[in-house]
């Protein structure tokens, strides 16, 4: 069963622009983290943004913020400010610390940055 | 260097051969995953070593993979008889913590098996 679902295979913005980048989950664990991370072309995976799921607050990290909503299953990015640099694949991630700690990742979001 | 560290950065090689990919993680992280990817999709999960020991290799395909991390650092993902299904980018990742998983990812090793 997939347990982290992206539906958006594309999305577009205009530079300086806010995009959010959904991403849902599914787990019957109570205890898990979530994490946003970047494909840049070049292919190196960067970890943007962690989320716990005891957190209260939704984690923000510079322009990127994590819009945590638990009941939903949700846990969609919000790029504020959006940067030509910003242009990549964009993943959503979960592991699930009561069980095997593996992380499993979505198929991912491709966002165009336009000047 | 101060990330994670893969090589061959690009392998090809024929139907039938033997591979090996090298992944140098992060000093200090203990926490060590093999993960594949193939075109448009997202990474998929192959081993994860915490220490010199795989705690979990479900995510290994077949028992052609293999996979060793004899010293607690360096790990070698070892693919015989390879078939070109396993033609794909491998990507390797280390994390500094249990407790929130991140993971610092290398830049993968391409390969393509003809």
């Known amino acids: 069963a997939q347990k982290i679902t992206q539906t958006q295979p594309g999305m577009f913005v205009q530079e300086k622009e806010a995009v959010t980048l959904d991403c849902t989950y599914d787990?019957?664990?109570?205890?898990?983290?979530l994490f946003w991370y970047k494909q840049p072309s070049s292919g190196e995976m960067i970890f943007l943004i962690y989320?716990?799921?005891?957190?209260?607050q939704n984690a923000t990290e510079g322009r990127y913020s994590l819009n945590f909503q638990k009941a939903r299953k949700s846990a969609n990015l919000v790029i504020s400010a959006s940067q030509l640099g910003d242009s990549a694949m964009y993943f959503c991630?979960?592991?699930?610390?009561?069980?095997?700690?593996?992380?499993?990742f979505g198929r991912g979001t491709s966002l165009i940055v336009h000047p | 260097g101060a990330g994670v560290s893969q090589t061959p950065s690009n392998k090809v090689t024929e139907k039938g051969k033997y591979v090996e990919l090298r992944c140098d993680p992060i000093?200090?992280?203990?926490?060590l995953y093999w993960y594949r990817q193939s075109l448009g999709q997202g990474p998929e999960f192959l081993i994860y070593?915490?220490?010199?020991?795989?705690?979990?290799d479900s995510g290994l395909p077949n028992d052609r993979f293999f996979a060793v991390r004899p010293e607690g650092s360096v790990s070698t993902l070892k693919i015989q008889r390879t078939e070109r299904g396993d033609s794909a980018v491998y990507l390797c990742?280390?994390?500094?913590?249990?407790?929130?998983?991140?993971?610092?990812f290398g830049e993968g090793s391409r390969l393509t098996v003809l």
């Open positions: 070593f915490q220490g010199t020991g795989a705690a979990d």
């Open positions: 000093s200090g992280h203990t926490a």
């Open positions: 990742a280390s994390s500094p913590s249990r407790i929130t998983g991140e993971l610092f």
């Open positions: 989320q716990g799921s005891y957190d209260q």
């Open positions: 991630a979960m592991r699930e610390t009561g069980g095997s700690y593996i992380p499993t």
């Open positions: 787990t019957s664990d109570p205890s898990y983290g």
